[in-house]
T-cell receptor, first 115, second 114 residues
Framework: EAGVAQSPRYKIIEKRQSVAFWCNPI?????LYWYQQILGQGPKLLIQ????????DSQLPKDRFSAERLKGVDSTLKIQPAKLEDSAVYLC?????????????FGQGTRLTVV | GNSVTQMEGPVTLSEEAFLTINCTYT??????LFWYVQYPGEGLQLLLK?????DKGSNKGFEATYRKETTSFHLEKGSVQVSDSAVYFC?????????????FGKGTHLIIQP
């Protein structure tokens, strides 16, 4: 079974530039998540989708971050404009449905460096 | 809101030593608890979980028991191997599988020396 695919694996940009990350979840997984993992910290949930609808985006900095999942399959996360503190690994995860005992599977992440 | 606190690392042990990584949590209601592991160069993987009080999760020789009275979920292994070297994350969720989004601790880097 193919896992959660993310691209690119690494990205270096200057502050105030824009950047986009792509995620393709496991086939059939209705729920998709984006997490931000700053060095030395645990992942923090940014946004959760159920199919193409947003379930939780309470921790997404909406002035600069946006995410979409137009057809309920793959998703993009965008940052515009980037700040130095956005340097982190951005993790995508997916699960079958929002229910008991449904495990979330993680991709390898995109490491963003803002200089 | 929910929060997870786990012991700071790195934790360095010799092979075959006993391992404990402490984890405590703060949550409203009755969360589910998880340990995730991140091996070098790989993504996060679920190691074990427990969905209600007094449940014990186990996998690959690791165990953790959901203690509601002490709000803890400490990870243990009787005899560690070099291959156990990784970063371990304690996490909680308001749903049984973590499908409602996970709150993670900061992670504990475990180093096992031969």
């Amino acid at each position: 079974e193919a896992g959660v695919a993310q691209s690119p694996r690494y990205k270096i940009i200057e502050k105030r530039q824009s950047v986009a990350f792509w995620c393709n979840p496991i086939s059939g997984h209705a729920t998709l998540y984006w997490y931000q993992q700053i060095l030395g910290q645990g992942p923090k949930l940014l946004i959760q989708f159920q199919n193409n609808g947003v379930v939780d985006d309470s921790q997404l900095p909406k002035d600069r971050f946006s995410a979409e999942r137009l057809k309920g399959v793959d998703s993009t996360l965008k940052i515009q404009p980037a700040k130095l503190e956005d340097s982190a690994v951005y993790l995508c995860a997916s699960s079958l449905v929002t229910s008991m005992n449904t495990e979330a599977f993680f991709g390898q992440g995109t490491r963003l460096t803002v200089v | 809101g929910n929060s997870v606190t786990q012991m700071e690392g790195p934790v360095t042990l010799s092979e075959e030593a006993f391992l404990t990584i402490n984890c405590t949590y703060t949550a409203t209601g009755y969360p589910s608890l998880f340990w995730y592991v991140q091996y070098p160069g790989e993504g996060l993987q679920l190691l074990l979980k427990a969905t209600k009080a007094d449940d014990k999760g186990s996998n690959k020789g690791f165990e953790a028991t959901y203690r509601k009275e002490t709000t803890s979920f400490h990870l243990e292994k009787g005899s560690v191997q070099v291959s156990d070297s990784a970063v371990y994350f304690c996490a909680l969720s308001d749903s049984g599988g973590g499908a409602d989004g996970l709150t993670f601790g900061k992670g504990t880097h475990l180093i096992i020396q031969p």
